[in-house]
């Protein structure tokens, strides 16, 4: 059963930083992996979808990398903005079905 | 293309009653989604439709939970007898299937009083 968890839950840094957003899952065998983002009480937004033959994709201060090999996935934000808080999703498709979601990173980035 | 719309954006039920919500996914996508999400939590897997199929219910869609999506259009969740355990968001999601990436809608916020 595939299981997706996200590292760390929480996270707080000043504004300007760089900053890794970690995520792993427990097989390999995956179509692809979503990154989403959420702001309180809204739904969900799509920033990166990396397909498994892929290893990177980039938007802007936006890069998601993929090692299906490992079972990990990082977001990395640059230059990190207040309008930058929100709650980070990771969600991979292990088949041609449903996507399995992490419990999410809530990311705050002081001022 | 207006994205994924759901409707209401807000609902607050008391308990026992029976509640629906609908959702119009992008127009030329054949998959639809439904996610529920508690808060704190991820998003967690429903059910999910390829045209007007139901090919996959998650065990956590009880007997009181019914979905449907006449004509492989817009789609209806509905919950009987609600109960304050069902309070939650309530999301959906429309793809093209295979490698194609998902899109979410606001989602329905449902609080049971």
């Known amino acids: 059963k595939q299981e997706v968890t996200q590292i760390p839950a929480a996270l707080s840094v000043p504004e300007g930083e760089n900053l890794v957003l970690n995520c792993s899952f427990t097989d390999s065998a995956i179509y692809n992996l979503q990154w989403f983002r959420q702001d309180p009480g809204k739904g969900l937004t799509s920033l990166l979808l990396i397909q498994s033959s892929q290893r990177e994709q980039t938007s802007g201060r936006l890069n998601a990398s993929l090692d299906k090999s490992s079972g990990r996935s990082t977001l990395y934000i640059a230059a990190s903005q207040p309008g930058d808080s929100a709650t980070y999703l990771c969600a991979v498709r292990p088949g041609d079905d449903k996507i399995i979601f992490g419990k999410g990173t809530r990311l705050h980035i002081l001022p | 293309d207006t994205g994924v719309s759901q409707d209401p954006r807000h609902k607050i039920t008391k308990r026992g009653q029976n509640v629906t919500f609908r959702c119009d996914p992008i127009s030329e996508h054949n998959r639809l989604y439904w996610y529920r999400q508690t808060l704190g939590q991820g998003p967690e897997f429903l059910t999910y439709?390829?045209?007007?199929?139901?090919?996959?219910k998650s065990r956590l869609l009880s007997d009181r939970f019914s979905a449907e999506r006449p004509k492989g259009s817009f789609s209806t969740l509905e919950i009987q007898r609600t109960e304050q355990g069902d309070s939650a968001m309530y999301l959906c999601?429309?793809?093209?299937?295979?490698?194609?990436?998902?899109?979410f809608g606001s989602g329905t916020r449902l609080t049971v009083v």
């Open positions: 439709f390829q045209n007007e199929a139901q090919l996959e």
């Open positions: 999601a429309s793809s093209l299937g295979g490698v194609a990436g998902y899109t």
